[in-house]
């Protein structure tokens, strides 16, 4: 090997590498004991006064019908929140189109659903057989051709009228997440697009909505958050979602506050997972629009691992890079 | 020799400002036309008019002897239906300063779509095309690389395989350079000039007057929205007649 002016030491220290004394910062730890002293008191009260019953959170935090809440609850974030993406997404392509009269009816729709409270909404579905009826007929407007006939009791019940009125609404804010997404996306890409020759539909399917995404991931995941929570005002209506399930329990036993924190764990669990989902899906989309794609935590652990290992033997260390591009 | 595109007077305004007043031109099959003028004189708003991303206010603009934009039935214009205007857009292939490639894409991806989903054509013969197009620009081993872990000069020669993948009658180049770091400007000269070489159609607007003198067969130097001055490119930018070609050459020199 060549003699290099500063060949990097193996393993020991370079001469250059400074080793000074760390600055003290007395005021820290100070901040830190008070800190610490105030959640331990927070943490002994929580833990042993006999009025947050955790006896009563055990036996019911795995039970029957809190279970069935909890599994109704995901169903209906997971279909209301499908319902909103596609209608959010039709609508945000509607409020761009060039005829007026259809940006205009995306306009209205958005003002409608977004200007009324959820709660109002909510209600209003589970009624709305008051409105049209036990057995109604939908026509073809103007010209009394029956399409079909509906029993209102059976369509718009329980789950239809839950889904209905949480996707419904949905609806109206991603429309405007999306319509966000669509203006992130830089003009010089529709005008590429449309010097291939491509119509305006392929240019929203394979070239804006692609790189909108990275715009309209995150606050779609703080909206299936949100959705997640909303679906507990279904329990206004009577609808067994987990909030009603634990309401039914301490109905009977009055055991009101370990059954919503039973709840509450529960939807804490719930949006922890989303959390970790929103994680990988921002990771996908962010593929070619970085070099390199910020490591899972599986990865950043795996990379703490090697480098505690190295530093203990001394070794060069060697943190392993994540991939880039799509590892599929 | 068939006429490939054909300006008469086109005139174009944005809001109250005209940008184009009165241009004339006939640019034959095979032929390269380049196109120099100080920024703002129109040489790009000209050139976005001719696959119709710009719609004209007046004249008559028209490629392979078909209105850009328009129907003549009769004595009347009709517009076209945005259907129309894409299948005339994907028979012009553009070039832009800014490449435009689609960041969410690879490089073959990128040259691929287009072929696929607006001509319909099989996936298989697109790629085989579409490699050996990627592989006449030199980009062989990138083909699987974003456009983000791709220099300047390779994204544009990407784009360039982009737009000749759609296997275009006529070549648009919205100064192509001028976006690069300096060394990065010759590969990409390089693969415009071998494509002049191949006898493709190209108008040029472009700041790199060496370009203009060894593959250009007319030079054109526009200002304030008309052509001052057109002519052979050597004998042009060795003896400009009109004094702001003369003014606009001792400054880019």
Redesign the interface.
């Known amino acids: 090997m060549a003699v290099s002016e500063r060949a990097p030491s193996d393993g020991g220290i370079a001469p250059e590498d400074i080793r000074a004394v760390p600055a003290r910062h007395p005021r820290r730890w100070v901040a830190t004991i008070v800190i610490l002293y105030i959640v331990a008191g927070i943490i002994h009260f929580v833990a042993t006064s006999p009025n947050f019953q955790w006896g009563i959170f055990h036996q019911f935090f795995v039970f029957n019908s809190i279970i069935r809440g909890l599994g109704q609850t995901v169903l209906l974030t997971i279909v209301s929140m499908a319902i909103g993406i596609v209608l959010g997404i039709i609508l945000a392509v509607m409020r761009l189109s060039p005829a007026p009269i259809v940006s205009g009816v995306a306009w209205i729709y958005i003002w409608l659903f977004r200007g009324t409270p959820l709660l109002v909404q909510i209600i209003f579905w589970f009624n709305v057989q008051a409105l049209i009826g036990q057995n109604a007929t939908v026509t073809l407007p103007f010209t009394g051709l029956a399409l079909f006939h509906v029993n209102a009791n059976q369509l718009i019940a329980g789950f239809t009228a839950g889904i209905l009125a949480l996707g419904l609404n949905e609806g109206a804010y991603m429309a405007e997440i999306v319509r966000a997404g669509f203006l992130s996306v ?1 003009e ?2 529709t ?10 539909l ?1 240019t929203i399917r ?2 804006v909505l ?2 909108a995404m990275r715009v309209i991931v995150p606050p779609t995941g703080n909206e299936t958050i949100s959705m997640l929570k909303n679906s507990s005002l279904l329990s206004v209506v009577g609808y067994t979602e987990l909030l009603y399930s634990a309401q039914l329990i301490y109905s009977v036993n009055y055991k009101v506050i370990p059954l919503l924190i039973v709840a509450s764990v529960w939807y804490l669990v719930l949006t922890s997972v989303l959390t970790l989902g929103q994680f990988y899906v921002e990771r996908y989309y962010a ?5 390199q794609l910020p490591p899972t935590p599986l990865q950043r652990l795996r990379a703490m691992w090697v480098r505690n290992l190295t530093a203990f033997h001394a070794t060069p260390p060697e943190v392993p890079t994540p991939p ?2 799509p590892n599929r | 020799m068939s006429v490939m595109v054909r300006a008469d007077g086109v005139r174009k305004r944005f809001a109250r400002l005209e940008v184009l007043r009165g241009i004339d031109l006939e640019v034959a099959q095979n032929q390269v036309v380049v196109i120099i003028g100080p920024s703002g004189s129109g040489k790009s708003t000209f050139l976005r008019c001719i ?1 119709h ?1 710009e719609k004209i206010d007046s004249g008559r603009l028209s490629v392979d002897g078909h209105l850009v934009g328009y129907e003549q039935r009769g004595d009347k214009l009709h517009e076209l239906h ?2 129309q205007v ?9 070039v ?1 300063q ?1 490449f ?7 490089a073959l991806e990128n040259v691929m ?2 072929p696929v ?3 319909g054509e099989d996936k298989g013969v697109v790629r085989e095309r579409a490699l050996s197009l990627l592989d006449r620009v030199g980009l062989r081993e990138k083909v ?1 690389g ?4 791709l220099s300047g000069g390779q994204q544009q020669r990407v ?1 360039i395989a ?2 000749l993948c ?1 296997q275009p009658k006529l070549m648009l180049f919205d100064e192509p350079t001028s976006a690069l770091d300096p060394e990065l400007v010759g590969e990409v000269l390089d693969v415009m000039k071998q494509l002049a070489r191949e006898g493709m159609t190209m108008v040029v607007v472009t700041h790199e007057i060496g370009f203009a003198r060894e593959v250009g067969d007319v030079l054109l130097f526009m200002d304030g929205g008309v052509i001052v001055e057109r002519g052979v490119p050597r004998e042009m930018i060795a003896n400009p007649q009109h004094p702001r070609t003369q003014d606009f050459l001792s400054k880019v020199l």
């Open positions: 830089d010089g890409q005008e590429a697009a449309a010097s291939l020759g491509m119509s305006r392929q394979f070239i692609p790189q593929r070619g629009s970085s070099r880039t591009g | 696959n991303l945005e259907r894409s299948a005339r857009r994907a028979e012009i292939g553009m832009f800014r435009n490639l689609f960041p969410n894409m690879t779509l287009a989903q607006v001509k699987k974003y456009p983000a872990q784009a982009r737009a759609m």
